[in-house]
């Protein structure tokens, strides 16, 4: 697009929702959200590989700087590949809980029972490995005339990635407990495995792991709160 021409917009679609209506959607939502738990002890039962695609496809429509929808979302569930994630999560976390947590840190955990111990990642039927791009690779999407392999040797900046990729991950959440999953946002330390076992190109950076599937049965979760309206809000 050269500077003189206006870029392509389009009506916005916007339906006006009644007001009393407006209200009992924020209060359905807020109340569907409360029962969202991270859930750490799954079932085996497999989850429809449609419904995991119909939620990863939600959480792509959320808003990234400069539209450059900075992630990619893989679905693992072969049971070799979670099982080499396990291990090698499981020795982050080793060294995590022995030696680079400290005491501060570890109490703050207590409440909710983690250890380094992470059975979920071979248990849990699928787990969704959030990549962030760091940069792009190729020639950025609005200079792209025609859909060709990217050249590797050309990288392009991304922009508010921690950002993009941390607002699209919420919707990925929201969108998994909207269709009836339990899912966990796991973010083992240092993260540097996932792109290696996964083959991931050197600008995507693994960004959270998220098991996916349905509650073990007798699951229980700690029993924590959230904060209060009247704690988190303040009016100016
Ligand atoms: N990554 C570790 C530790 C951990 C850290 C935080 I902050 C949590 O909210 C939960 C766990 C683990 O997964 O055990």
Redesign the pocket.
Known sequence: MSSDRRPAFKPLEFRRIPPSEMLARARDLRHELALRRSVREFSAEPVSPELIDECIAAAGTAPSGANRQPWTFVVVTDPAVKRAIRAAAEAE?RV?YSERMGNEWLSA?EP?G?NAEKPFLEIAPALIVVFRHAHGVGVPPERRQLATEPDSELHYKNYYTQESVGIATGFLLVALHHAGLVALT????PMGFLQKILGRPENEKAYVLIPVGYPAPGCQVPDISRRSLADVRIQR
């Open positions: 976390e995590n955990l909710l983690t796991h973010t083992p330390s």
